[in-house]
């Protein structure tokens, strides 16, 4: 039997956003397309919960959980300007009745008016958040811990959240989540060959392999795709918040470096720049499943799937699992990239 992730939540005082499991549904119209017999799925992480849906829901249930314990009234955290992490923390927020501070870096070299102000950017604002935005090259920690210390002089009380969530508190998320896949499996009556995440800020893989490891699974069964950092520098974040996240919350098991699969092959020119495999992925599974990726994080590792499959990686009949991260809102903010495919073909 599968560990309990209800019991995980309790036990560490998680906060309800999204309803659990979120479900697995088999994509029948892209397999056919495919056409080579290997089956695949998707979690549905990006339609669970408030704010537009999204894997950061499972991060932040915790991480506000954890903040509302230590009595704190105002949330403050960082990103990119298009953050899926800060638009669901504003949301999130907002629900909990705390003040949300979003801290966005200028680190994607797009200019257009799309990107500079939709997308998640206006939802920060509708969602009531105050937004910092500050250069690419900013010392964010510095920024975060001074505004921490302006908001103490306030008489407020900050709780303040790296980029992405992604912390010992806020892997839980993923802890849970990997316990959810094997009941899962286990109610379906399948095994996933692999279990396939984007890799941003490490949070969602190493969350995933913590839980596997906790369950006595095979930890190397969870592969991501490196969106942001380079396979290397990906890797070794996984690997040690992945341990962290372990010891720091008293979970059985451990990580070794074998155990992180992590695969650079998507990330193209770096972060945010989109790639012509993430276009053709996003239309694609537009097309055949009528589902939406996001240009960022789900739209390239899913390319990064695509490419396994039809190279033949896995077997036909094989199952693979792709967990849907979210981030949709992003789509709008890359307008002038999907533009081009009404006159271009891929």
């Known amino acids: 039997m599968s ?11 998680a906060v309800s956003l999204l309803a659990h499991p979120s479900p697995i549904e088999r994509l029948t119209r892209l397999e056919a397309a495919l056409g080579n017999g290997v089956r ?26 954890d903040a509302i314990a230590q009595g704190c009234d105002t949330f403050v955290t960082t990103g990119g300007l298009q953050s899926n992490h800060a638009r669901l923390s504003a949301a999130a927020s907002a629900l909990m009745g705390l003040a949300c501070e979003l801290v966005l870096a200028d680190v994607v070299p797009r200019h257009d ?36 210390e302006a908001l103490r002089e306030e008489g407020r009380t900050p709780y303040v ?14 802890v ?3 316990w959810e896949i094997l009941g899962q499996e286990a109610a379906l009556g399948e095994r996933f060959a692999r279990i396939v995440v984007p890799n941003g800020s490490a949070g969602t893989h190493a969350g995933l392999a913590a839980g596997m490891a906790a369950a006595g699974e095979d930890v190397a069964r969870v592969q991501s795709y490196a969106v942001l950092a380079t396979p290397e520098r990906a890797h070794a974040e996984t690997l040690a918040l992945a341990q962290t996240t372990l010891a720091a919350n008293a979970l059985p098991g451990s990580v070794a470096a074998a155990d992180v699969v992590i695969d650079g ?4 020119e770096g972060y945010g720049i989109p790639t012509p495999a993430m276009r ?21 590792a899913f390319a990064g799937l695509l490419a396994a499959i039809r190279k033949g990686t896995f077997e036909p009949g094989e199952a693979v699992l792709y967990v849907m991260t979210g981030g949709v809102p992003g789509l709008f903010a890359y307008r002038e990239v999907f533009d081009a495919l009404t006159t271009a073909e891929i």
């Not at 500079?116 to 920690?141: E, K, M, Q, W, Y």
């Not at 092959?265 to 193209?268: A, E, F, L, V």
């Open 265 to 268: 092959s998507q990330r193209g």
């Open 280 to 300: 053709e992925a996003v239309e694609l599974l537009a097309r055949t499943e009528g589902l939406l990726l996001d240009p960022v994080y789900s739209g390239k």
């Open 3 to 13: 560990p309990d992730p209800h019991a995980l939540r309790t036990r560490h005082g």
């Open 40 to 65: 695949i799925y998707v979690k549905r992480d990006d339609v669970a919960g408030i704010g537009g849906g999204g894997n950061k829901l499972r991060k932040l249930e915790f991480l506000l959980g």
């Open 161 to 174: 959240v790296g980029a992405g969530g992604s912390s010992p508190v806020g892997a839980l998320g993923y």
């Open 176 to 178: 849970a989540c990997a």
């Open 113 to 148: 008016a799309d990107y500079r102000g939709n997308g998640n950017l206006l939802l920060d604002a509708i969602f009531g958040a105050t937004v910092h935005r500050v250069p690419g090259d900013a010392d964010r920690s510095a920024f975060l811990q001074a505004r921490a």
